[in-house]
């Protein structure tokens, strides 16, 4: 008995070790992929880029551009990058308006799970609102694509319009 419970033990500390236990997941076949994203001809700071595959087996991927519209693709942790291949492309960029002060997001955290209207009865509630025209939200309107090549790119472009 003793013998079976440490063959199945050392089966296991095998399978936990050869499946990474402990580290961050990966994947493989994912190559390097970064550009630039812009609206009417300028950077675009802030702004979440989903990759949507267009066939099965690759997983999606996402991006959030700096403030020069920099981006690097990653799928499950920064760094590790994408599989090559057809995707459709996503873009969301929002902003809050009549946004919590720090002080208000204070006293709201502070409320004990209570809503906006029964701590601030009186004040509007934030409201999230695009900066870019709502279809490039959506896989199937925004009409962007990235053809990914094998070995990576780093001069990628999104361009985006304002014009709807």
């Known amino acids: ?12 500390a095998a399978l936990l070790v050869s499946t990474g ?9 994912l190559d390097n992929y970064s550009g630039v994203i812009t609206l009417d001809g300028e950077p675009l700071a802030g702004a979440s880029i989903t990759l949507v595959p267009t066939t ?23 760094g590790d990058g994408v599989a090559p291949g057809e995707y459709k492309v996503t873009v969301t960029k929002t902003h809050w308006e009549d ?4 002080e208000e997001q204070k006293i709201l955290n502070e409320s004990g799970g209570k809503r906006h209207a029964e701590v601030f009865p009186d004040r509007p509630e934030p409201t999230a609102v695009s900066d870019i025209p ?28 304002s014009e709807e």
Do not use: H, N, W
């Open 134 to 161: 709502e279809y490039y939200k959506s896989a199937d309107m925004s009409g962007l694509t990235l053809s990914l090549p094998e070995g990576g790119a780093k001069d990628l472009k999104i361009e985006l319009s």
């Open 21 to 29: 236990c402990g580290g961050a997941p990966q994947l493989d076949g």
């Open 99 to 102: 946004a919590y002060t720090e």
């Open 1 to 12: 008995m003793k013998k079976l419970l440490s063959l199945a033990l050392a089966c296991c």
């Open 56 to 78: 099965v087996g690759p997983r999606g991927a996402g991006a959030m551009s700096d403030d020069k519209g920099k981006f690097v693709f990653q799928t499950l942790q920064a």
